[in-house]
């Protein structure tokens, strides 16, 4: 039970990273000191798409199903529900790219949104 439990910890963390990666820029709203965790998390998701490499937390995930398997155990929730948002079965190149690009726009856009808070803040000390 204990690598089964262990794989889904690292679904569950990769889940969590993959929400961070596309939404930790809002983050930045609240405290700008975010920007030095997402910048290079946000970076790396996009990288990890338009390159086709694996995210480390996969060959980990399945090195405990593998080890969990060894125990007789089978799917459960997690694996089922979340790993299926996470490894789509039908990701192509071009839905790769689409993903990489979605990222990239999602955090264009909430960037623009922090640096006009930013912007605004400014001009009430200044003014």
């Not at 996009?46 to 399945?62: A, K, Y």
């Amino acid at each position: 039970m204990g690598y089964r439990l262990a794989a889904d910890l690292v679904v569950v963390l990769h889940l969590l990273f993959i929400v961070f990666v596309l939404f930790g820029g809002l983050l930045c709203l609240r405290r700008r000191r975010w920007v030095w965790l997402h910048l290079p998390a946000m970076l790396w998701g996009v990288w990890v798409e338009w390159t086709g490499r694996l995210c480390p937390l996969t060959p980990l995930e399945n090195h405990f199903r593998g080890l969990a398997s060894a125990q007789g155990y089978r799917g459960g929730y997690i694996e089922h529900y979340l790993a299926a948002l996470i490894y789509p079965g039908q990701l192509s190149t071009l839905i790769q790219w689409l993903l990489g690009a979605c990222v990239l726009g999602v955090n264009v856009l909430i960037y623009f949104l922090v640096y006009r808070k930013q912007r605004k803040c400014r001009r009430q000390v200044d003014g």
